[in-house]
């Protein structure tokens, strides 16, 4: 009995390589293209729109998925099947954990510029968990369950993706809503914010705080808001990019435990409150 399982065992480890193996190498291909077909900038107007590889390959990656081309073009099926698609949530957590470690490591080296940096630089976290108060009931009245926890806890970048993949895993209903949001994001977030960032300037708000404002905790966007601002006031260049560059990194430091401590909490306790009333289900069965 025990030499039975052990030859089911091995069929099985041997799968999950070539599975690995098949990711890895597409993964691989797709950044290497995309690396090479490089960033694409135009004006619309007063503002600017970065398109960044990786919002290239998320496209690819999303195109050679089993339903879409791989419908249609049998050997790409057979190199991208459900069982990658399935197998590739795990391998992007254990991707996820060397970031985790860079952003933890980004406090001790930069504590002085933390400090100088002032209470404005260190408060404006707290103002993404206001965005929840908009954002849950929306996700609830479009019909979300749990999965708005996740999609609504924060702006869903790769801290917050951390957190509730380590906390709910990234399969569950929460990890498919911060993972749409993520995603979301990468492919919308970098074509938004450059057009915010371009536009920002003519409400006539500081371009400095609007530099602030473009850490969001991610780094293509804050790319994307800053170059954008500094086209649009190319007297305070160097002050934008520096005030940006800044606020992405305290963002990801201190976005991280916002998430934990405050995001989590609040979303999950609102999300009791307010699934009852607004969730098309309950609403349906009274």
Known sequence: MA??????????????FNSFLKLFIS????????????????KIGPGQVVLLPMLFAVIIGML?????????????????????VEKAGTYVMIALLPLGVKYGTLVG??????????????????????????????ALLLGMKREAVGATASIAREPTLGVIGEKYGISSPEGTGVLGTYLMGTVFGTIFFGLLGGYAAATGLHPLALAMAS???SGSMMAAASGALAEAVPAMKDEILAYAAI???LTGVTGLYSVIFLGLPLVNFLYDKLSPILSKKDRGDQ
Do not use: H, Y
Not at 27 to 42: C, L
Not at 64 to 84: F, N, R
């Open 3 to 16: 030499k039975n399982k052990e030859k089911q065992k091995e069929p099985e480890r041997g799968n999950d």
């Open 27 to 42: 993964v691989f291909i797709i950044v290497v293209a995309t690396e090479i077909f490089g960033t694409k900038t135009f």
């Open 64 to 84: 050679i998925t089993p339903d879409l081309l791989g419908s249609k073009i049998k050997a790409l099926k057979k190199v991208i099947s459900m069982q990658e």
């Open 109 to 138: 080296p930069n504590i002085v510029e933390v400090v100088k940096a002032g209470p404005a630089f260190l408060l404006q976290e707290l103002g993404n968990l206001g965005t929840i108060f908009i954002a849950l009931p929306l």
């Open 215 to 217: 850490g969001m905790g």
């Open 247 to 249: 606020s992405n990194m």
